[in-house]
Nanobody, 116 residues
């Protein structure tokens, strides 16, 4: 059974930090590129960051470049999103996504709220 379980979301003040984790099971994690998406109320889901299957290549949305860092630990079957200098506009539900030529899988999402 394929599972992607996100955690680490919560309420944080502007300028603060959070670290999201996504633990996967049910498929060969090291074969899959991984992505973090987010969706704010009333907005379309947007790609925040992605990382190659080996972790050797990463990409970021312009809106988070320099503030967010994606990483992965293939031994722990986990992908991370370190979020620093958070802004109110980062408020959204964050989803992890596993991507492969055979298809993709999604987690259930974790809420991140940035507010004073």
């Amino acid at each position: 059974q394929v599972q992607l379980v996100e955690s680490g979301g919560g309420l944080v003040q502007p300028g603060g930090s959070l670290r999201l984790s996504c633990v996967v099971s049910g498929f060969t994690f090291s074969y899959y590129a991984m992505r973090w998406f987010r969706q704010a109320p009333g907005k379309e889901r947007e790609l925040v960051a992605d990382i190659s299957s080996t972790g050797g290549r990463t990409n970021y949305a312009d809106s988070v470049k320099g503030r967010f860092t994606i990483s992965r630990d293939n031994a722990k079957k986990t992908v991370y999103l370190q979020m620093n200098s958070l802004k109110p506009e980062d408020t959204a539900v964050y989803y992890c996504n596993a991507v492969h030529s055979d298809g993709d899988y999604w987690g259930q999402g974790t809420q991140v709220t940035v507010s004073s």
